[in-house]
């Protein structure tokens, strides 16, 4: 398997050649940690869990190193501790707990190393104090800035005009910046907020700005130069082509990662998610009405570069499929002896650039070969292996609708209350509100016997 690897700094898809085939290197920006992720957050986590899982089926389990940071310092991680009382300290633990749970009932992988941005402080100092003494960052009113025309290629990843760079940047005005494109590498920190000991010989406390971060860690666990980073597209400009301008000029290299990859937007419902539209949702109400499967199965759907529409129909089409798949599989295991034909087929699909609709489209197809066969269970043992490399199938029917059932018996009154809400929306002839009534119940194996007039029964799919 060739794997090929869309390069948003080169705008085009070439072959993936490791730095080092016995060390393969992947950094992903992760999480700010003060609230509950939403489930566009969960869009690069899923995207680049697929890659770390064919990276170690590529060139072994043992030879991929991936991190994903932890923002811990963060403006508005210290306005809503002060907004709940609490120390910054135990927001952080809080939240990034959640966040922790949520994504492996996602189905992911732990990283190899998951860095918080305060336990790597010493690291960013270094970096900064290597950036003023190289003259691409200064000193001023107890900040430290970097110096972005004292980097002539500064904008490469984005490649936007200078007048959209300043106003993508959304730049803080002040007087004692050189240039408005210049951004914070330190600053100083007010009473009550975190602080700590300054770089440059700046006498107050301060704290690192945002960007500066991911360049420390990265250069921690994986080096001056690294295979892989990745994130969303929202991150190119500014963060990740700050990353670039930090970390090429502090170690005086031509590049910080070879590869960059950005996963498109999330809409919700094709609209754009915000709180003040009302349809913001969270990864963890989605799943308290679905498995994390079925929302992995949902999410990988649609290409990872494209944007995503994320829809109740979608949704419930996964969980569609992911009951017929373990109604195929049943208990039996993943093949993890031998060459499998099933999976090499996969990861051939996700090696073009993870397309995972083309690798879900060929589950389809061996799906049904699993199926119509009458033979020995090798085959499903083939499917489900498989399925794993995307990180599905990953129990077995019995479990699946265990959980199923548990979950639908848990509450019988909400069952009938939702019925009686989808007989409602019926009868207003609401067939959109109906439909996602029923793909709620079917997620928890509740299957509906209707007629002309509604529901007349309901029982647990076993």
């Known amino acids: 398997m060739e794997l090929r690897l869309y390069n948003t700094l080169t705008r085009s898809k070439d072959p993936f050649r490791p730095i080092d085939p016995a060390n393969v290197r992947m950094y992903v920006c992760g999480p700010t940690v003060y609230d509950h992720a939403h489930i566009g957050n969960a869009r690069p986590v899923i995207v680049f869990d697929v890659l770390f899982r064919l990276l170690r089926r590529t060139y072994g389990a043992e030879q991929v190193t991936y991190v994903r940071n932890i923002t811990d310092v963060d403006d508005k991680i210290n306005a809503r501790a002060a907004d709940r009382g609490i120390s910054i300290r135990d927001l952080t633990e809080e939240t990034y707990d959640w966040f922790r749970k949520d994504t492996a009932e996602l189905g992911c992988l732990r990283p190899t190393v998951e860095p918080r941005a305060t336990e790597h402080i010493a690291e960013m100092k270094i970096l900064i104090e290597r950036l003023v003494a190289s003259g691409h960052a200064y000193v001023a009113e107890d900040h430290v800035l970097f110096n972005v025309p004292a980097m002539p290629d500064y904008g490469r990843l984005s490649r936007r005009p200078l007048d959209e760079m300043i106003a993508g940047a959304r730049v803080d005005v002040a007087p004692y910046k050189r240039d408005a494109m210049d951004f914070v590498l330190w600053k100083p920190s007010a009473d009550g907020v975190p602080g700590w000991d300054s770089p440059c010989g700046i006498a107050v406390p301060g704290r690192p700005g945002w960007h500066i971060e991911c360049s420390a860690m990265s250069w921690k666990h994986l080096g001056e130069t690294f295979d892989i980073h990745g994130g969303g597209i929202d991150l190119v400009f500014p963060h990740h082509e700050n990353e670039i301008a930090q970390s090429r000029c502090a170690f005086d290299s031509g590049v910080m990662a070879r590869v960059w990859m950005h996963n498109g937007f999330l809409m919700l419902e094709g609209e754009k998610m915000s709180k003040s539209l009302g349809n913001f949702v969270t990864i963890r109400e989605l799943l308290n009405d679905w498995p994390g499967e079925v929302l992995r199965l949902a999410m990988l759907s649609t290409h990872y570069r494209q944007p995503i529409n994320w829809t ?118 609401d067939f959109a509100a109906a439909d996602h009534i029923r793909e709620q119940l079917a997620a928890k194996g509740v299957v509906l016997m209707d007629n002309k007039d509604g529901t007349t029964s309901w029982e647990v799919a076993r």
């Open 312 to 429: 109740r129909q979608g949704i419930g089409f996964a969980a569609k499929t992911l009951d017929k798949w373990y109604r195929i599989v049943g208990d039996e295991p993943a093949d993890s002896e031998g060459e499998n034909p099933f999976e090499a087929e996969i990861a051939e699909r996700l090696g073009d650039d993870l397309n995972s609709p083309s690798a879900i489209s060929h589950l389809h197809h061996l799906a049904s070969v699993a199926e119509d066969v009458d033979t020995s269970s090798a085959l499903k043992r083939r499917f489900k292996a498989a399925a794993n490399l995307m990180g599905l199938l990953q129990e077995t029917e019995s479990e699946w609708r265990a959980r199923q059932a548990q979950d639908a018996a848990v509450d019988a009154d909400m069952v009938e209350g939702l019925i009686a809400a989808r007989n409602a929306a019926r009868k207003a002839r």
